[in-house]
């Protein structure tokens, strides 16, 4: 079965921290990346795909090692509206595979 | 900003009986999804559509699930005789290409009691 893995956490970190969240998949296949955010009790939101050379969106920076096969998502400046639950989603072909997802809470 | 939507937002049924949840995906876009989450539990993937057939389901996806898209604007899962664990939150999503980006509505609430 194909696995996309991810750390479930909870992360727990300071306003202003920085945080780094790591993704495994185990399909080689994989065509392409995507992190989500999710809150309690609602949809997916995209967040940002991730693209083979990094990626950056404000304090956001997504990266892909397609040879490890891992997929990273670096948070920096933590702000209280980042708490959420972080979704690494792998995409292969018709089908996307989720994470289980990692809990961050930001607290003042 | 166009969004998917999706109707009910919660939606109590009886075991045995049949369910159908509707979604309107995004006006542009070709592709469409349905993925469900338990409570506590990860999204899974149930079902792809496009070009008026199912192109990919899951092993969740068995004979009591179908989908269609009756016209131009909804997608519907049926679920025909619902038992206690498809309480689920179930999610349609739309994307404009096959491996783009997928936007998510709202969800459905379902409890089967």
């Known amino acids: 079965r194909k696995e996309v893995e991810q750390d479930p956490g909870p992360f727990n970190v300071p306003e202003g921290a920085t945080v780094a969240f790591n993704c495994t998949y185990s399909?080689?296949?994989?065509?392409?990346f995507f992190w989500y955010r999710q809150d309690c009790r609602k949809e997916p939101k995209l967040l940002m795909s991730?693209?083979?050379s990094g990626n950056e969106d404000g304090r956001f920076t997504a990266q892909l090692n397609r040879a490890s096969q891992y997929i990273s998502l670096l948070i920096r400046d933590s702000k209280l509206s980042d708490s959420a639950t972080y979704l690494c989603?792998?995409?292969?072909?018709?089908?996307?595979?989720f994470g289980a997802g990692t809990r961050l809470t930001v607290k003042p | 900003e166009p969004e998917v939507t999706q109707t009910p937002s919660h939606q109590v049924t009886q075991m045995g009986q049949e369910v159908i949840l509707r979604c309107v995906p995004i006006?542009?876009?070709?592709?469409f999804y349905w993925y469900r989450q338990i409570l506590g539990q990860k999204v899974e993937f149930l079902v792809s559509?496009?070009?008026?057939?199912?192109?990919?389901k899951s092993e969740i996806f068995d004979d009591q699930f179908s989908v269609e898209r009756p016209d131009g604007s909804n997608f519907t899962l049926k679920i025909r005789s619902t038992k206690l664990e498809d309480s689920a939150m179930y999610f349609c999503?739309?994307?404009?290409?096959?491996?783009?980006?997928?936007?998510f509505g709202p969800g459905t609430r379902l409890t089967v009691l």
């Open positions: 559509f496009y070009n008026n057939e199912i192109s990919e």
């Open positions: 006006s542009n876009h070709l592709y």
């Open positions: 399909n080689s296949a994989s065509q392409s």
């Open positions: 989603v792998v995409n292969e072909g018709n089908d996307m595979r």
């Open positions: 991730v693209y083979s």
């Open positions: 999503a739309s994307s404009g290409g096959q491996g783009n980006e997928q936007f």
